[in-house]
Nanobody
């Protein structure tokens, strides 16, 4: 079992930056792929990006490439989502998730990010 807790969300103006954190507990964190997802108002949850167990490989959806960066600190059991140049369309609840196989098995409770224009 992996327990995930996101933090760092808030209300910012367009163009600002935020860093989300996702703290993991309950299992060996370093072996898990970690992903970030988001769900905007009235929208389905969408995949934002992911990072492999070592942190050496990341993947992002096109809408956030060049603006968002995912990193992890396995010593602290934490994964981060650095978000720069935020846009109103980035407004969403952001979730982190963990997978060991092909599907994300564990999810955090989410943190709200609101970007005003």
């Amino acid at each position: 079992q992996v327990h995930l807790v996101e933090s760092g969300g808030g209300l910012v103006q367009a163009g600002a930056s935020l860093r989300l954190s996702c703290a993991a507990s309950g299992h060996t964190f370093s072996g898990w792929y970690m992903g970030w997802f988001r769900q905007g108002p009235g929208k389905e949850r969408e995949f934002v990006g992911s990072i492999n167990w070592s942190g050496g490989s990341t993947y992002y959806v096109d809408s956030v490439k060049g603006r968002f960066t995912i990193s992890r600190d396995n010593a602290k059991n934490t994964v981060y989502l650095q978000m720069n140049s935020l846009k109103p369309e980035d407004t969403a609840v952001y979730y982190c998730a963990a997978r060991y196989g092909s599907s994300y098995d564990f999810w955090g409770q989410g943190t709200q990010v609101t970007v005003s224009s």
